[in-house]
T-cell receptor, first 117, second 116 residues
Framework: AQSVAQPEDQVNVAEGNPLTVKCTYS??????LFWYVQYPNRGLQFLLK??????LVKGSYGFEAEFNKSQTSFHLKKPSALVSDSALYFC???????????????FGAGTTVTVRA | GAVVSQHPSWVICKSGTSVKIECRSL??????MFWYRQFPKQSLMLMAT?????????EQGVEKDKFLINHASLTLSTLTVTSAHPEDSSFYIC????????????FGSGTQLSVL
């Protein structure tokens, strides 16, 4: 069973409008949650993470995400999208392994974001 | 910030040949590196976990004799696709973690492998 779900294959928004990319997880315990962005023909770039503490985390390029334990969600948000935000976004969860230094991530299927001018 | 260099960025090879992909952590030491495979319009699938000085741990369904991983130093891991076939054509990405942290992975820019 997939541990991380991104229910939307594509998200299309107009520039200047709010952007939300959804992510839900199904990992027991206290997960570590991550968002990564992949631009065309480039590797993954780290956006933000939730480990513990404040449920609202802020990351790179004006993105933020809210950890909601009751809904097991970690949606990525940006108040005002830019055309340059068009990319492929991946949500990831780290399994709670016994070893503290095991950083194996499980990725969602990805959501393609298109921001139109 | 930490930089992971992956080389080559793309490679075309004939069926039956072997291809080596390098993953280097340029400004930090990485005891653990991960190799992923990404098919078009699909997510990243973890292939194996590479630990410096020991054998790699492969995920279920990944042939260890076909995808040879060597992590000889704290800054270099290699993935060799042996006897490549067209179905091995994919985008391969490596990642490395900073020693002593448990929060962030740094990814290489990926290698597009096309097997003719």
């Amino acid at each position: 069973a997939q541990s991380v779900a991104q229910p939307e294959d594509q998200v299309n928004v107009a520039e200047g409008n709010p952007l939300t990319v959804k992510c839900t997880y199904s990992v027991s315990g206290n997960p570590y949650l991550f968002w990564y962005v992949q631009y065309p023909n480039r590797g993954l770039q780290f956006l933000l993470k939730y480990i513990t503490g404040d449920n609202l985390v802020k990351g790179s390029y004006g993105f933020e995400a809210e950890f909601n334990k009751s809904q097991t969600s970690f949606h990525l948000k940006k108040p005002s999208a830019l055309v340059s935000d068009s990319a492929l976004y991946f949500c990831a969860v780290r399994f709670p392994f016994p070893r503290s230094n095991d950083y194996k991530l499980s990725f969602g299927a990805g959501t393609t974001v298109t921001v139109r001018a | 910030g930490a930089v992971v260099s992956q080389h080559p960025s793309w490679v075309i090879c004939k069926s039956g040949t072997s291809v080596k992909i390098e993953c280097r952590s340029l400004d930090f030491q990485a005891t653990t590196m991960f190799w992923y495979r990404q098919f078009p319009k699909q997510s990243l699938m973890l292939m194996a976990t590479s630990n410096e000085g020991s054998k790699a741990t492969y995920e279920q369904g990944v042939e260890k004799d076909k995808f040879l991983i060597n992590h000889a130093s704290l800054t270099l891991s290699t993935l060799t696709v042996t006897s490549a076939h067209p179905e091995d054509s994919s985008f391969y990405i490596c990642s490395a973690s900073l020693v002593g942290t448990n929060e962030k992975l740094f990814f290489g820019s990926g290698t597009q492998l096309s097997v003719l």
